[in-house]
């Protein structure tokens, strides 16, 4: 990997946890949005992420001026933020049957 490679990959990868940080001070003191916004907009950025990827890897394919290593690692971030957004659901299911089974 180039240095000016690895160089975006950190930066994105703090800014990403700056977010995290951010979003996690914001939810403890306040929510800004309702539950419903929130997760929308979680899947629509996963998805947004995955056709990115996609329309990377074919440009890659048909022959066009795409680095390999940079398709490999929008493949990737589709595929973590897929897997977290799968994982959020299973918990949200789980909670749901939890609730569901509580006598009242």
Known sequence: MTDITMQSVLAQMRAMQARAQGLEANSVQKPSADF???MKSAIDHVNETQKAAGEMTKAYETGKDVDIADV??????????????????NKMVEAYQQIMNMPI
Do not use: G
Not at 72 to 89: D, G, H, P, W
């Open 72 to 89: 490999m690692v929008s493949l990737q971030k589709a595929n973590i933020e897929f897997q977290a957004t799968v994982q959020v659901r």
């Open 36 to 38: 419903t916004t929130v």
